[in-house]
């Protein structure tokens, strides 16, 4: 059977946090489709979006593979908001001094399953990477992130990164996280962190004390949170444009 033809199940690893039931009445084709990439060497490629399909909307998965050459750099910036399942995937290779930048927020609210899964490779030297994942939650919904970072043999000097925070908002609203390193190279700088926790109460207090309403210092914590996945955006007019959509997404949470 092949891969077109066949539905992957909350069994394999890479799907088990997944919607098992939107997964069982997916199109295998639509599932198992990759849109690709490349990145000239030297050059500069992004992709900025949000997924904000409404209740109504199934699920969507949309998955990449990107090649960046020699001394390329290439940037991803991505909110979800919508959608009862969503799944953004991507798989990066990366040459030589090439980078790869990533920032991803998910919003969630009733029972939406929200996720992103990265795969980067490290396939030759002085190449970097740096991830950086936000999860909103609140109601019953979930917010996952999956990323795998390789380095290749000889691939030395390599620098990657990610992190991973969840912050959740209500009772029965949950995160999940799976970092995995896979390092075949001895010089190298890999690293990554997850918390996942409510809103710091102390904070909270310290700016109510000076004056703000108890709601508006919980908005202002939530915005600077979700703020640090789009930090990194060259494209300041796109970071913009997501985080405004993140905050409007949030006049419908309990905060």
């Given amino acids: 059977m092949t891969e077109a033809a066949t539905l992957p199940t909350t069994r394999d690893e890479d799907w088990r946090y997944a919607d098992s039931e939107f997964l069982a009445a997916a199109n295998p084709q639509a599932i198992n489709h990759w849109r690709t990439l490349t990145v000239p060497a030297g050059e500069t490629r992004a992709r ?14 949309e998955r990449y593979r990107v090649h960046v050459e020699r001394g390329g750099r290439f940037e991803a910036f991505h909110l979800v908001t919508g959608g009862r399942y969503v799944r953004h995937e991507i798989e990066v ?13 998910t919003l969630g609210g009733d029972d939406k399953v929200q996720e992103f899964v990265t795969r980067v490779i490290h396939a030759e030297p002085n190449a970097t990477s740096n991830q950086v994942v936000r999860a909103v939650q609140w109601g019953k919904s979930t917010g996952n992130f999956l990323g795998r970072i390789e380095v290749v043999r000889d691939a030395q000097k390599t620098d990657a990164a990610q992190n991973f925070r969840a912050l959740l908002l209500e009772r029965g ?6 970092p995995e390193l896979e390092i075949f190279a001895d010089d190298v700088k890999c690293a990554h962190g997850a918390a996942i926790g409510a809103l710091d109460e102390t904070a909270g207090y310290y700016m109510a004390a000076r004056g703000l309403p108890p709601e508006v210092a919980r908005k202002l914590q939530v915005q600077a949170f979700i703020a640090d996945a789009f930090a990194n955006c060259s494209n300041s007019d796109a970071a913009d444009r997501l985080l405004e959509g993140a905050l409007l997404k949030l006049d419908g949470a309990v905060i």
């Fill in 48 to 61: 900025y979006s949000e997924e904000s399909s409404g209740a109504q909307c199934p699920g969507s998965v």
């Fill in 93 to 105: 290779t990366l040459e030589e001094g090439a980078h790869f930048e990533f920032g991803g927020v």
């Fill in 173 to 178: 609203a949950s995160a999940n996280t799976k």
